[in-house]
């Protein structure tokens, strides 16, 4: 699952992802290099340890994202490049330029033989790219235009409102992309013609706070400004459920990857589970008390990690609702989060460094 919710260096998540495999994984906050402490097997690392950190760099990554098969890894930039490493060696296998602004939210599909990608709209409209992850080959590249009417308030924290950002791209089956951007609107697309199928309103301008959508892309969910948590699919115009939260300011949303649960993330520090099915408050987990940044569901649904603004990164088990390991970093606020989807390890970015533990 991809996720980005916002397009501040400072306020809005990165995007991570990782190898099927979960052998290494890796992410960047800031260029283009990697410092690997540890190349060993993953079985040989003492659990409760770093695995890797990386280096401080000059470019910012906004996106990431593994191949299915866990051999490339792709990063979106800031001055709207894409780079691939081979995810054993970290050597640069190829750059594409998109010419166009920050790659902010990235995937690659299903067979892993193309590269989906989402860019800023500071300057004019953020575009919907797609990649021949062979040879860089652009396929079609689809500019998100702004509705006549502007019904919301600039979004605090957009670099510019001159154009559209596209904060989440996700696949929901081998011909399908799904696009959410901070318009409000969830698009559809034809993966061949880099057309959209259908257009789905789903908040104001300048309103939905986050996006999050489920590994097959069927699931999909919104936070906006008031706090209210919606549940949208393709079939409805009309949220199939909405979460009335009791308490304003989403930062932060991950849908598991079974569906039977939502985690919210707040300003004050308040993180609470939701029971898709009942759509009942299911959990409140005890924190910090500071602010929440980002927020993930591993594969199988048993942990949550919950990063905030003074650098912490907690583990929970979500049965339990208890803590289950904790993680502080002395680089700050942690901006984005996620697990391996064998669950054993965690990557989350704070300021200008990324780090990798493999978890108790």
């Not at 190349?39 to 910012?60: F, N, W």
């Not at 990235?106 to 797609?130: C, N, Q, R």
């Not at 559809?188 to 300048?206: C, I, L, R, S």
């Not at 906006?224 to 949220?239: C, T, V």
């Amino acid at each position: 699952m991809i996720k980005f919710h916002s397009t501040n260096s400072r306020d809005r998540n990165l995007n991570i992802n990782y190898s099927v495999a979960g052998v290494l994984l890796i992410s960047f906050l800031q260029g283009n290099n990697c410092l690997v402490d540890d190349r060993k097997p993953l079985a040989s690392i003492k659990k409760g340890s770093r695995v890797a950190s990386s280096l401080p760099h000059q470019d910012e990554v906004f996106s990431l994202a593994f191949s299915p098969d866990g051999q490339t890894i792709a990063c979106g930039q800031s001055a709207g490049v894409i780079t691939l490493w081979n995810a054993r060696t970290f050597r640069v296998i190829r750059k594409i330029k998109s010419q166009s602004e920050a790659v902010s939210t990235i995937a690659f599909s299903p067979d892993g033989k193309t590269i989906l990608g989402g860019t800023l709209g500071t300057l004019g409209p953020g575009e919907v790219m797609l990649w021949d992850r062979k040879t860089g080959k652009l396929k079609w590249r689809a500019a998100i235009e702004r509705t006549p009417s502007r019904d919301g308030p600039p979004h605090p924290h957009m670099y510019s409102v001159g154009g559209i950002s596209v904060l989440l791209v996700a696949y929901s089956s081998a011909d399908k992309l799904i696009s959410g951007s901070d318009d409000g609107y969830f698009r559809f697309w034809d993966v061949q013609k880099g057309k959209t199928t259908k257009v789905m309103k789903v908040g104001a301008e300048a309103e939905i706070w986050s996006f999050a959508a489920s590994s097959n892309g069927r699931q999909l969910a919104t936070s906006d400004r008031k706090g209210n948590i919606k549940l949208w699919n393709e079939s409805s115009p009309a949220p199939v459920r909405v979460l009335a939260s009791p308490i304003h300011l989403v930062k932060a949303i991950a849908l598991a990857p079974t569906g039977r649960f939502l985690a919210a993330g707040y300003e004050d520090g308040t993180v609470l589970l939701w029971n898709l099915t009942k759509g009942t408050l299911q959990r409140e987990l005890r924190t910090t008390g500071q602010e929440v940044t980002a927020i993930d569901i591993s594969s199988d649904g048993e942990l949550l990690a919950v990063g905030n603004s003074k650098g912490e990164v907690l583990i929970y088990r979500t049965a339990l609702g208890r803590i289950h390991q904790r993680m502080t970093e002395r680089g700050g606020e942690i901006t984005s989060i996620s697990f391996s989807p064998p669950s054993r390890t965690v990557a989350y970015a704070s300021k200008r460094t990324v780090n990798i533990w493999r978890l108790k």
